[in-house]
């Protein structure tokens, strides 16, 4: 897969894994890192799929609906890669902590939903529920962030608030931030997400 990796400085914390919304690159998102922790090594994956030549993780048959068959052959792609990258770079396996953005979040999301051990914890902005009617994994332990728009008009509110309880009956520790604002990325969220961060990982 296309990426960028990038060794920090303090090996102790998570390995940043950045994932693009729709239509973005591998680079998007290492703004929003340095801002997050400028210390952690960064591992900023492109995704595989092009739709309309944008790139995404995962097809999806239209707005809102997901290709199941396909996000489930992605995830375990991804997670592949991970596991690869982690003995190609030396970094802990079990120290990634995801940042996804839209599509980027809702493959994250199903990361969480399928290996419990693919992630140490995940930072969603604006994510859908990847999958339903599907037992997840035990997510004890697991530490997730959830930022969402009252008014998005791509994540309805119903989206976030089953996301969170999905999550949260499989056992995660689940933090939900409301911002007055669409499907964009706020600086409130991005603020509200360090602080987060900053609690568990710093």
């Known amino acids: 897969m296309i990426h960028v990796f990038t060794k920090g400085t303090d090996p102790m914390k998570p390995v940043l894994l950045l994932l693009h919304g729709t239509g973005g690159t591998e680079r998007d998102l290492l703004p929003l890192a340095e801002r997050l922790d400028d210390?952690?090594?960064?591992?900023?994956?492109?995704g595989n799929v092009s739709e309309n030549g944008m790139p995404r993780f995962f097809r999806r048959l239209a707005e809102g609906i997901f290709d199941e068959e396909d996000l489930i052959f992605r995830t375990k792609e991804l997670d592949d890669f991970i596991?690869?990258?982690?003995?190609?770079?030396?970094?802990?396996?079990?120290?990634v902590v995801a940042v996804g953005y839209?599509?980027?979040?809702?493959?994250?999301?199903?990361?969480?939903?399928?290996?419990?051990?693919?992630?140490?914890?995940?930072?969603?902005?604006?994510?859908?529920?990847?999958?339903?009617?599907?037992?997840?994994?035990?997510?004890?332990?697991?530490?997730?962030?959830?930022?969402?728009?009252?008014?998005?008009?791509?994540?309805?509110?119903?989206?976030?608030?089953?996301?969170?309880?999905?999550?949260?009956?499989?056992?995660?520790?689940?933090?939900?931030?409301?911002?007055?604002?669409?499907?964009?990325?706020?600086?409130?969220e991005l603020d509200e997400a360090k602080k987060w961060y900053t609690t568990l990982f710093a």
């Open 39 to 46: 210390t952690a090594s960064l591992l900023s994956v492109r």
């Open 83 to 95: 596991t690869e990258s982690a003995e190609k770079y030396e970094f802990d396996r079990h120290n």
């Open 102 to 188: 839209s599509n980027g979040a809702n493959i994250a999301s199903s990361m969480l939903f399928h290996r419990a051990e693919s992630l140490r914890g995940a930072i969603l902005h604006h994510p859908m529920v990847p999958r339903r009617g599907i037992d997840l994994p035990n997510l004890d332990g697991k530490n997730v962030f959830i930022a969402a728009g009252k008014n998005d008009p791509i994540c309805p509110p119903q989206e976030t608030e089953d996301l969170q309880a999905l999550l949260q009956n499989a056992g995660a520790s689940v933090e939900t931030f409301w911002d007055n604002q669409g499907h964009q990325l706020s600086y409130a």
